[in-house]
């Protein structure tokens, strides 16, 4: 996924722009009250002075208002979109600028006109709404600042200049403190605008830093949570496919080559996964050697499967590190997404299910990376090493594909580990309803002897907000109790606290008959 801050706007990061402009719409309320006061206002000095010059600069300046309005109310629905880009936030700020400085200068024009006719119960009045509008813009449109000078320049500088031309000694002392005022303001606007893009762009950095995987750069498991909830809000989840990634017999490469090689590789296929991404794709290392990559726009199977292709192309290859030449192999388990899917970790289960039957798959085939130095090979020497692996894949594979027929089902629960979403996975399983199983009612399920025990597991995990893994007997749809694994764990808000628990249900049954044969 293409990082905003990379694009600039004059001297802000594109990020930081962004939230910039979006604070204009903040301005509804203000520029509201600012309408009202400058119609009635407008209409009364209109009926007193029966100018047609007057006249007709309160009717453009009631349209130019009306204008702003409709901007801002356009433009907050614009601002509230997930997708709301760079050019989005380009265009709705020029369209708010021309709207805004319309309005400053027939308001400006206005006053002028107004001050300059004799209308002495109206100056003060008339007076008050250019200070009014001057202060309300500084205070509110603060952070954008070229429209905001244009709009205190085109509303102040007419009415002050009327008032210097004329001779008696008040008119002269309210033009001197409407420019006094214009000059303090013009001075702060500078001060608070270098102080709220810094503290901006700063805030923007510690985010971004927070989802930043800081070996490869790519996205963490924060940065993928964040992009499915925001295709979840944006109602996409069906449009959407995860393609997990795991290196082959990664620990090999450490192990011979040392970790600083492997991770400058890591970093290498990192680069790769970039270059096989769209703009609005999401790449993220989970760690280790694991990545996913979410792809957007996932509108069919065909294409999900050319992708993954695209992105197994790309991986295999021969990664040079400094005099040595690693061949690495990537197998890569790809699952679309689906309406009914309620958790990131739902989607990963289920393309990390697709990846594992991948890997049994090429587990004949697999082979020791090949490394080179020069012309020559360093990995004949540990090849007894490789034969015995190989010896014994028959075993190995014969143990995966048991673990492969394994249930898995996925579930969230409130921070005070009421369950509130369903899961069809578990419904599917043990034949329970969600009125069933929502709140505690999963205990029903559990064997008699083991249900006191996880209840209080689950109850010290909640309270201590601590992960949870746990074995227990779990009745399933045909009154046949089986063995599961439970693994759970805390998502967290910016502030530390629970936001909602995310677990995995695992059948075991097979493993621990295996385990005790």
Not at 162 to 188: I, Q
Not at 240 to 247: E, R
């Amino acid at each position: 996924m293409k990082e905003p801050d990379r694009a600039f706007i004059r001297d802000l990061p594109s990020g930081t722009y962004i939230e910039l402009v979006v604070s204009l719409c903040e301005t509804r309320m203000p520029a509201t009250i600012m309408t009202l006061m400058f119609v009635a206002i407008g209409t009364l000095a209109m009926h007193a002075a029966q100018d047609g010059l007057l006249t007709g600069l309160v009717a453009l300046g009631t349209f130019a208002s009306a204008a702003r309005l409709f901007v801002l109310l356009r433009g907050r629905q614009l601002c509230a979109r997930p997708d709301f880009s760079l050019d989005d936030a380009t265009r709705f700020e020029r369209q708010f600028a021309v709207t805004y400085c319309a309005f400053a200068c027939i308001f400006g024009l206005f006053a002028a006109r107004a001050l300059s006719l004799p209308l002495v119960e109206w100056q003060m009045p008339v007076s008050i709404a250019v200070v009014g509008y001057a202060a309300g813009a500084a205070a509110t449109i603060a952070l954008r600042p070229r429209i905001v000078v244009t709009s205190l320049l085109l509303s102040v500088l007419p009415p002050s200049g009327v008032l210097l031309f004329r001779a008696d000694t008040s008119a002269l002392v309210s033009a001197a403190a409407l420019l006094a005022l214009l000059a303090g303001g013009l001075r702060s606007l500078s001060k608070r605008y270098v102080s709220q893009s810094t503290k901006a762009t700063s805030r923007r950095d510690y985010a971004r830093q927070a989802q930043t995987d800081h070996l490869t750069g790519v996205g963490n498991r924060l940065a993928l949570s964040n992009a499915f909830d925001a295709c979840k809000i944006a109602g996409r989840v069906d449009r959407i496919a995860l393609h997990y990634v795991d290196l082959d017999d990664f620990k090999a490469i450490n192990d011979q080559l040392g970790h600083q090689v492997g991770d400058r590789i890591l970093k290498l296929v990192a680069e790769k996964l970039r270059g096989c991404s769209r703009p609005d794709d999401a790449v993220v290392r989970l760690g280790g050697d694991e990545f996913v990559l979410l792809q957007n726009h996932a509108d069919s199977d065909e294409e999900v499967e050319q992708y993954a292709t695209r992105i197994a192309r790309a991986l295999n290859a021969l990664y040079r590190v400094d005099a040595l030449s690693v061949s690495v192999r990537a197998s890569v388990g790809s699952r679309r997404g689906a309406g009914y899917i309620q958790s990131v970790e739902a989607l990963l289960t289920s393309a990390d299910a697709v990846l594992r039957q991948r890997k049994i798959e090429r587990k004949t085939r697999a082979s020791r990376p090949l490394l080179k130095e020069a012309n020559w090979s360093i990995v004949s020497s540990q090849q007894p090493e490789a034969e015995r692996q190989l010896s014994n894949s028959e075993a190995e594979v014969r143990s995966q594909l048991l673990l492969l027929g394994i249930a898995k089902m996925t579930w969230e629960a409130a921070p005070d580990g009421v369950v509130e979403v369903d899961s069809p996975t578990w419904r599917d399983y043990t034949g329970q309803s969600y009125d069933d199983w929502k709140g505690f009612g999963w205990l029903t399920a559990i064997h008699p002897d083991d249900r006191q025990v996880i209840k209080a597991t689950w109850r010290d995990a909640v309270r201590d907000g601590r992960s949870v893994h746990a074995e227990y007997r779990l009745k399933r749809y045909d009154d046949l109790y089986r063995w599961m694994s439970v693994h759970a764990v805390p998502l967290r808000n910016e502030d530390g606290s629970i936001a909602r628990w995310l677990g995995v249900n695992i059948e075991i049954e097979n493993s621990r008959r295996v385990g005790q044969s």
